[in-house]
């Protein structure tokens, strides 16, 4: 009943704002892309609550960002690309500042009409790889930092444990992933690097249609006398992958998924033995972090959440507050230099451009050790920015390595050749006419 | 009353088999297209035209094309998103690889494509039938589906495996990529469906449509009366497929826009356009159009409509309420009106005809 209330308020309040223009004069309407149902709802539920939850933190604590009140919609997209874009169309009317499809295949809709709309695309550390290169892609963002990061920085990991990047050579390195866009995205950045340090990679593609049925890859995994595993996987695949792994006797603690693959029910599938497994992440777990007191103050006791309070601090429930710290960082930004307070889609992305998250304003915000800092510029909408290693303990996350660079020197020239291979491959691709930020 | 036909007298054998033997037959369905081509395009909003109309037509087109091989010929096909998938690639190979030829050439060529690898899928239903047939196009999806992510030539090697629409012209308008505005490719759209609709139609009432409905209604009688089943049955997965490739092919280029081709042909969508038909209408081609209207158009007004007008409905909620409802349509018209929509408006024509004194 709760939850029916707070749904009946939420769009009621949605409403009240769209009846009323005059109230829109200091509002910023951020919509939010999420997915409650379908095949993958077990994760989407997680992100939307900690996204709305943020966002309603800053309405309610400080009456929005800069004193422009945030109109947040939530619009179901089940993970479906259609639905996503219906999504998109029935806002885009409305002004929003941003756009957050939180799906592959929704954004690389997004990022042809993105530039046409003036309306900029956050697609948090997932989406195009290439989109992170701005002189190509103004409108698109995906930081803290792209799936090629990360599998440099999970060679990195390895190489740390090992003992040193040269003890690399003639280990065999294995990637588990998805058999869809998504999924293969790591491979050219891990056969770049298998080529320079020497070790030998394999490829364990396991087809959406078979994500809970990992039997025969598993197999192939004893076979091949695998050393590490890399899990490029998405929903039902990462807890199979982890039972599977406990089951086939393969060390848990050399089994490391990317961010994606770092969800609390995902490790939980493996019960006791899944200790040890290991993720990639950006930002880190529990709710002691002074953000997620006030999250619990001001959302949880006016009971305005859809979440369960036990659940702030989860993995995924904490990375859609980062996902929504993103936004009200970039809308401040563009307060900053617009000195509007109902900032534009366009003042937004000149605000990511000139984003600039320091440490120093990580604790102001009460993110201190909870994320990292974090820089775009003009040409660079990924910032590449640091990311670590956690380990699942048998009931959380816990941090398990130091922050750590990708390996940018192989990382962006991988960029910058495949944003010019999109770009070449559309003939009416527009031309970058924005001017970058002063000092940015 | 409404429908009356008294009066209209027919001089000549064409008369008599005209599509629309009945005045208001014509009238209607110019009217209709006079509201499709006019009064849409004026008055309609950017998310009316995009989100509503141009899914309509792509999903009409399909269902078209898998009505002709289950409703028309009673062939089960569980293939249809692949065979779209086949004409929405085809037809980006096409275009990338010509790309000074216009792209309404290329949209309407890689049905070609496609038919050529629907009826290569067709040719076990000479020797199966019914859920066998239907296991045998369920291969032919997951074949498929498997090349459109393996074989990385059909999206030209890009690293994210999508494929990207360019900007394509007609008469210097954009019709296609980014900067073509949604009513240009509603236009568009709207005169392949038509022209697609007419042939279809021609098709269907002529000689060939017989055969496929003879051999639907009884194979071995058909074959006594020197029907040859294997080109029928042949032919019919041909033109479906088609058909399919041309929705698969606009469903890419007038409305998506590009993106994860792969996923958008999945199984779901072979299925979906198969509840089109059941509840449409199986063998009917106004049936197409109701039930792509109806799958199509309810989640939205409940997604969107509801809100619109003040009755506070939760985003997810109406998604459940969306697969409750579908679910229940299916059982209902399976149980209650086999022939879907097409019927009740068969019935409802009847209706007209007599009231106000039924007989």
Same mark, same amino acid.
């Given at each position: 009943?709760?939850?029916?209330?707070?749904?009946?308020?939420?769009?009621?309040?949605?409403?009240?704002?769209?009846?009323?223009?005059?109230?829109?004069?200091?509002?910023?309407?951020?919509?939010?892309?999420?997915?409650?149902?379908?095949?993958?709802?077990?994760?989407?539920?997680?992100?939307?609550?900690?996204?709305?939850?943020?966002?309603?933190?800053?309405?309610?604590?400080?009456?929005?960002?800069?004193?422009?009140?945030?109109?947040?919609?939530?619009?179901?997209?089940?993970?479906?690309?259609?639905?996503?874009?219906?999504?998109?169309?029935?806002?885009?009317?409305?002004?929003?500042?941003?756009?957050?499809?939180?799906?592959?295949?929704?954004?690389?809709?997004?990022?042809?009409?993105?530039?046409?709309?003036?309306?900029?695309?956050?697609?948090?550390?997932?989406?195009?790889?290439?989109?992170?290169?701005?002189?190509?892609?103004?409108?698109?963002?995906?930081?803290?930092?792209?799936?090629?990061?990360?599998?440099?920085?999970?060679?990195?990991?390895?190489?740390?444990?090992?003992?040193?990047?040269?003890?690399?050579?003639?280990?065999?390195?294995?990637?588990?992933?998805?058999?869809?866009?998504?999924?293969?995205?790591?491979?050219?950045?891990?056969?770049?690097?298998?080529?320079?340090?020497?070790?030998?990679?394999?490829?364990?593609?396991?087809?959406?249609?078979?994500?809970?049925?990992?039997?025969?890859?598993?197999?192939?995994?004893?076979?091949?006398?695998?050393?590490?595993?890399?899990?490029?996987?998405? *929903?039902?695949? @990462?807890?199979?992958?982890?039972? $599977? #792994? +406990?089951?086939?006797?393969?060390? &848990?603690?050399?089994?490391?998924? !990317?961010?994606?693959?770092?969800?609390?029910?995902?490790?939980?599938?493996?019960?006791?033995?899944?200790?040890?497994?290991?993720?990639?992440?950006?930002?880190?777990?529990?709710?002691?972090?002074?953000?997620?007191?006030?999250?619990?103050?001001?959302?949880?006791?006016?009971?305005?959440?859809?979440?369960?309070?036990?659940?702030?601090?989860?993995?995924?429930?904490?990375? *859609?507050?980062? @996902?929504?710290?993103?936004?009200? $960082? #970039? +809308?401040?930004?563009?307060?900053? &230099?617009?000195?509007?307070?109902? !900032?534009?889609?366009?003042?937004?992305?000149?605000?990511?451009?000139?984003?600039?998250?320091?440490?120093?304003?990580?604790?102001?915000?009460?993110?201190?050790?909870?994320?990292?800092?974090?820089?775009?510029?003009?040409?660079?909408?990924?910032?590449?920015?640091?990311?670590?290693?956690?380990?699942?303990?048998?009931?959380?996350?816990?941090?398990?390595?130091?922050?750590?660079?990708?390996?940018?020197?192989?990382?962006?020239?991988?960029?910058?050749?495949?944003?010019?291979?999109?770009?070449?491959?559309?003939?009416?691709?527009?031309?970058?006419?924005?001017?970058?930020?002063?000092?940015? | 009353?409404?429908?009356?036909?008294?009066?209209?007298?027919?001089?000549?054998?064409?008369?008599?088999?005209?599509?629309?033997?009945?005045?208001?037959?014509?009238?209607?369905?110019?009217?209709?297209?006079?509201?499709?081509?006019?009064?849409?395009?004026?008055?309609?909003?950017?998310?009316?035209?995009?989100?509503?109309?141009?899914?309509?037509?792509?999903?009409?087109?399909?269902?078209?094309?898998?009505?002709?091989?289950?409703?028309?010929?009673?062939?089960?096909?569980?293939?249809?998103?692949?065979?779209?998938?086949?004409?929405?690639?085809?037809?980006?190979?096409?275009?990338?690889?010509?790309?000074?030829?216009?792209?309404?050439?290329?949209?309407?060529?890689?049905?070609?494509?496609?038919?050529?690898?629907?009826?290569?899928?067709?040719?076990?239903?000479?020797?199966?039938?019914?859920?066998?047939?239907?296991?045998?196009?369920?291969?032919?999806?997951?074949?498929?589906?498997?090349?459109?992510?393996?074989?990385?030539?059909?999206?030209?090697?890009?690293?994210?495996?999508?494929?990207?629409?360019?900007?394509?012209?007609?008469?210097?308008?954009?019709?296609?990529?980014?900067?073509?505005?949604?009513?240009?490719?509603?236009?568009?759209?709207?005169?392949?469906?038509?022209?697609?609709?007419?042939?279809?139609?021609?098709?269907?009432?002529?000689?060939?449509?017989?055969?496929?409905?003879?051999?639907?209604?009884?194979?071995?009688?058909?074959?006594?009366?020197?029907?040859?089943?294997?080109?029928?049955?042949?032919?019919?997965?041909?033109?479906?497929?088609?058909?399919?490739?041309?929705?698969?092919?606009?469903?890419?280029?007038?409305?998506?826009?590009?993106?994860?081709?792969?996923?958008?042909?999945?199984?779901?969508?072979?299925?979906?356009?198969?509840?089109?038909?059941?509840?449409?209408?199986?063998?009917?081609?106004?049936?197409?159009?109701?039930?792509?209207?109806?799958?199509?158009?309810?989640?939205?007004?409940?997604?969107?409509?509801?809100?619109?007008?003040?009755?506070?409905?939760?985003?997810?909620?109406?998604?459940?309420?969306?697969?409750?409802?579908?679910?229940?349509?299916?059982?209902?018209?399976?149980?209650?009106?086999?022939?879907?929509?097409?019927?009740?408006?068969?019935?409802?024509?009847?209706?007209?005809?007599?009231?106000?004194?039924?007989?």
């Amino acid at each position: 009943m709760k939850r029916h209330l707070t749904v009946a308020a939420l769009a009621a309040t949605t409403l009240a704002s769209l009846a009323l223009p005059a109230q829109a004069q200091d509002s910023v309407y951020v919509p939010l892309l999420t997915y409650r149902t379908g095949p993958f709802a077990g994760s989407g539920v997680h992100i939307a609550n900690g996204m709305r939850d943020y966002l309603e933190m800053l309405n309610q604590r400080d009456g929005g960002i800069g004193g422009a009140k945030i109109t947040i919609e939530e619009c179901e997209t089940g993970y479906d690309t259609k639905k996503g874009v219906e999504c998109y169309e029935s806002m885009k009317g409305k002004n929003p500042v941003v756009v957050n499809p939180y799906s592959t295949g929704i954004t690389l809709q997004l990022i042809p009409k993105a530039a046409v709309d003036k309306i900029p695309v956050l697609s948090m550390a997932y989406g195009l790889s290439a989109s992170a290169d701005g002189g190509n892609f103004p409108w698109v963002f995906n930081p803290p930092a792209t799936y090629w990061d990360g599998a440099s920085v999970f060679v990195k990991h390895v190489a740390a444990v090992e003992g040193g990047l040269e003890k690399l050579k003639g280990k065999t390195l294995g990637l588990m992933h998805l058999d869809a866009p998504f999924g293969k995205e790591p491979i050219p950045v891990l056969e770049a690097l298998a080529k320079k340090y020497g070790f030998t990679l394999k490829l364990y593609p396991v087809p959406a249609a078979q994500m809970q049925n990992q039997g025969s890859q598993w197999l192939a995994i004893r076979r091949d006398r695998v050393d590490w595993i890399y899990n490029q996987g998405w *929903g039902a695949m @990462n807890p199979t992958a982890v039972k $599977e #792994a +406990v089951k086939a006797g393969f060390p &848990i603690d050399k089994l490391v998924g !990317v961010w994606w693959a770092g969800g609390d029910d995902d490790a939980r599938a493996g019960e006791a033995a899944a200790k040890g497994y290991k993720t990639l992440n950006f930002h880190n777990t529990g709710n002691s972090f002074p953000v997620m007191q006030d999250i619990l103050k001001h959302v949880f006791d006016k009971n305005l959440s859809q979440a369960k309070r036990e659940q702030v601090g989860e993995n995924l429930y904490n990375r *859609g507050v980062y @996902n929504s710290m993103l936004i009200a $960082e #970039a +809308v401040r930004t563009a307060q900053k &230099i617009t000195g509007k307070k109902a !900032v534009t889609g366009e003042d937004v992305r000149r605000g990511f451009e000139a984003l600039n998250i320091t440490d120093a304003r990580l604790k102001e915000m009460g993110m201190e050790g909870f994320a990292n800092s974090v820089k775009l510029a003009c040409n660079d909408h990924n910032g590449h920015n640091k990311v670590f290693v956690s380990q699942w303990d048998g009931s959380k996350y816990v941090k398990a390595s130091d922050w750590m660079d990708p390996m940018k020197e192989i990382v962006r020239p991988l960029i910058e050749q495949e944003a010019k291979d999109y770009v070449a491959k559309d003939a009416g691709w527009p031309k970058r006419t924005a001017p970058c930020e002063k000092g940015a | 009353m409404f429908y009356r036909e008294a009066g209209q007298f027919k001089k000549t054998y064409a008369a008599d088999m005209a599509v629309f033997p009945i005045l208001q037959d014509r009238i209607g369905i110019a009217v209709i297209l006079i509201v499709a081509a006019v009064v849409i395009p004026l008055t309609g909003s950017t998310f009316f035209i995009s989100s509503v109309m141009i899914p309509f037509l792509v999903f009409s087109l399909a269902a078209m094309g898998l009505n002709i091989v289950t409703g028309y010929t009673g062939l089960i096909s569980l293939g249809t998103g692949a065979f779209m998938g086949v004409g929405a690639f085809a037809c980006y190979k096409l275009t990338t690889i010509f790309p000074n030829v216009n792209i309404i050439i290329w949209i309407l060529a890689s049905g070609i494509f496609s038919a050529a690898i629907g009826a290569a899928f067709g040719l076990p239903s000479l020797r199966i039938k019914g859920f066998y047939l239907a296991v045998a196009t369920l291969a032919a999806q997951f074949f498929l589906e498997w090349c459109f992510v393996r074989v990385p030539w059909l999206y030209n090697y890009s690293a994210s495996g999508a494929i990207q629409v360019p900007q394509r012209t007609l008469f210097d308008v954009a019709i296609t990529g980014a900067n073509a505005t949604p009513t240009t490719r509603y236009l568009v759209l709207l005169g392949i469906v038509v022209l697609m609709t007419w042939v279809a139609s021609n098709i269907l009432h002529g000689r060939i449509g017989r055969t496929f409905m003879a051999v639907r209604d009884m194979d071995i009688a058909a074959e006594l009366m020197g029907i040859r089943l294997l080109p029928a049955k042949l032919m019919a997965f041909a033109l479906s497929s088609f058909y399919c490739g041309v929705a698969g092919a606009v469903m890419m280029f007038l409305w998506y826009g590009g993106g994860e081709a792969a996923d958008a042909f999945n199984i779901r969508q072979s299925f979906n356009i198969l509840f089109m038909v059941i509840i449409g209408g199986l063998g009917s081609l106004i049936g197409c159009f109701l039930g792509a209207a109806l799958l199509n158009i309810v989640p939205i007004i409940l997604k969107f409509g509801f809100p619109a007008i003040g009755i506070a409905i939760g985003s997810e909620t109406a998604e459940h309420l969306n697969h409750l409802l579908v679910g229940g349509l299916i059982i209902f018209f399976l149980i209650v009106e086999p022939h879907g929509l097409a019927r009740l408006w068969q019935i409802t024509k009847q209706k007209l005809r007599t009231w106000p004194f039924p007989y």
